[in-house]
């Protein structure tokens, strides 16, 4: 048994603490035989257990494996006997967990790397370099060595200028291997991942073992239903920049980064679903994923920006609208991609008790002199758009208010759930929430019509929030803003860029649906290929071969990230030119229109 989310241990990096106690096991194995018959296995004081050679497992630290612990045989059909075993001690554990069938998809290996290099050390270590930055575990063969002899192995996605392994991002990580003095040993870690592309080995020599590096990911990233090539290069290593971060962050859950969180951020869940639907089928995926939701919403309707609702984090992390919304807009953009009513049909219940959450928090608030100091309709709080490029170091929405991202997307999801409703013959709910869209609407253009950011601009014409009289004036401003150089820096004020871009995490995938329906396909491709200003070029001019978290590809955060891929909807459905025509809900048919003005 592994630890995995339900202890995790303090010994090495940890994002966050939480213990059930030690590992558990219950189990019921239901088994239909050939001849009709039927048998149930389930877990009980029968049960016999031993310890086992994974002496340290953690979800957040890595993986020990001590091969002199070993017991040959101990799962195979017959012939072991377990004398030295002991009886299963049965438990009370803090919680009763209902034992359900798993959904979803299951983890898997999808590719296999051999170092391109090997590099010693000062310290008498060796750095292996695989290449690019995934997701996975590595594969330890070793020739005969003594028992005893210990190999510590450290993943990381980064190296410093020196050479020596950087895992600033969360360390330390490891996986450590004891041998148990046989031939032509070899192992795997089972119960913990990391994103890497160096792993600096401690221990031994190279020329007595092979080390491969595993990239694991969902069974989904296995059997691509899309792919990508142009005769543009820099845009071919762009889709897979993003294409590796998405592998590596589709795990039994949509996940953030593989190092230092591992956790199922839900904005990424709908903002990027277009650009996974072009590339996977995720349906199984976003089932669970669907389920993790709905386990995680709370009885006042609210539904946690994370899901599996793991941890509590505070300073306004744990309730933010943009990220509660794909509860409603991930089953809504599924179904409009393949016609799948089963999400909406199971969930619609939940969804409305979150609108009704949302209805709470949009109420009107008066300050101490009686003043409106928040209209009706207007949701003013939550994280906004998440890594924007301000003057600032990247973090929370420096440009644009947080209310006017979470009132958008409030409006958005009104919309959808009127649009759902009409699917299930839901007459009421369908004209209430039309009536919603609309106060919404009105509130939105009293409060934010003067906020001029690329995301406020954005978002207000790709969701139709704006009057007409205002949408060319709207176009006009944003291109203006694009072709203006601002400045923004890291978190600390030591480094400076001059950028074009300045949209976030919310914002820049409305940016993207905007210029490509205005036809500025030059100058999305000149936003996402110059190496010069914050955007992709640059994470490719620094090295990045995976997504990074902020648009400079800062060292000290992630550099495998799921968030702010969306361009690869674009490259897809413009520079591709084949993408779903929503004028029909859901879609049947395809638009084929390739954008002809882009260079080469």
């Known amino acids: 048994l592994g630890n995995g989310f339900y202890n995790i241990p303090r010994e090495r990096y940890l994002k966050l603490l939480g213990s059930y106690g030690a590992p558990k096991l219950k189990l019921s194995l239901q088994i239909t035989y050939n001849n009709g018959q039927t048998e149930e296995i389930v877990s009980d004081d029968s049960w016999q257990a031993a310890p086992g050679p994974v002496t340290f497992s953690s979800i957040y630290g890595g993986e020990d494996y001590d091969a002199r612990l070993e017991q040959n045989g101990w799962n195979s059909r017959t012939g072991f006997k377990a004398s030295e075993w002991t009886s299963a001690i049965v438990v009370q554990p803090a919680f009763e967990p209902a034992l359900v069938k798993q959904q979803g998809t299951e983890l898997k290996v999808v590719g296999t790397r051999k170092a391109l290099s090997v590099t010693p050390t000062p310290q008498h270590t060796w750095i292996y370099d695989f290449g690019e930055n995934l997701s996975g575990i590595v594969r330890l063969r070793i020739k005969e060595q003594p028992a005893g002899r210990t190999i510590r192995m450290l993943p990381a996605e980064l190296i410093k200028a020196d050479g020596s392994l950087n895992q600033s991002v969360a360390r330390p990580y490891w996986f450590q291997y004891t041998s148990n003095g046989k031939p032509n040993q070899s192992w795997t870690p089972r119960f913990s991942y990391y994103g890497f592309r160096y792993v600096e080995v401690q221990g031994i020599h190279p020329n007595s073992i ?105 300073w306004g992390f744990d309730d933010s609208p943009e990220w509660g919304a794909a509860f409603i807009l991930a089953p809504w953009i599924l179904y409009q991609h393949n016609a799948d009513l089963s999400l909406i049909e199971t969930y619609y219940p939940r969804m409305k008790s979150y609108m009704d959450y949302l209805n709470v ?65 839901r007459t009421a709910d369908e004209s209430y929430f039309s009536r919603l869209s609309d106060s919404i609407r009105s509130a939105y253009r009293q409060c934010y019509d003067t906020c001029s950011s690329q995301t406020a601009l954005s978002m207000g014409l790709s969701l139709g929030l704006l009057p007409d009289s205002c949408i060319s004036e709207a176009k006009a401003l944003l291109l203006a803003d694009l072709h203006k150089p601002h400045t923004t820096s890291n978190s600390k004020g030591t480094q400076h860029w001059s950028t074009l871009l300045t949209a976030g995490d919310i914002g820049y995938v409305y940016l993207v649906r905007t210029l490509a329906e205005m036809g500025e396909h030059q100058l999305l491709m000149q936003l996402c290929t110059r190496t010069d200003i914050p955007g992709y070029g640059l994470q490719l001019a620094k090295g990045a071969t995976s997504l990074t978290e902020s648009w400079q590809a800062l060292e000290n955060v992630s550099n495998n990230h799921l968030m702010l891929g969306h361009i690869m909807e674009w490259l897809y459905g413009y520079v591709g030119g084949i993408r779903p025509d929503f004028s029909r809900n859901p879609s049947s048919d395809y638009i084929v229109d390739p954008a002809t003005s882009l260079p080469g």
């Open 210 to 314: 092979e080390l491969e590096a595993l990239h694991t990911s969902s069974c989904v990233c296995a059997a691509p239903v899309g792919s990508f090539r142009c005769s543009n290069d820099t845009l071919n290593r762009i889709h897979r920049l993003i294409d590796n971060a998405i592998r590596s962050n589709l795990a039994s859950v949509p996940t953030d980064c593989p190092t230092r969180e591992k956790l199922g951020w839900l904005e990424q869940d709908y903002l990027m679903l277009p650009s996974l639907l072009c590339r996977y089928d995720v349906k199984p995926l976003y089932h669970r994923l669907m389920q993790q939701i709905a386990e995680a919403q709370l009885p006042d309707g609210s539904v946690p920006t994370i899901a599996p609702y793991y941890t509590e984090f505070g």
């Open 361 to 425: 928090r949009a109420r009107e608030e008066r300050d101490s002199l009686g003043n409106v100091s928040k209209p009706r309709h207007i949701i003013a709080y939550g994280l906004g758009d998440w890594y924007d490029l301000g003057p600032k170091g990247p973090g929370y929405s420096q440009l644009t208010p947080n209310g006017l991202t979470a009132t958008a997307t409030y409006f958005a999801e009104a919309q959808a759930m009127q649009k759902m409703a009409s699917l299930l013959h």
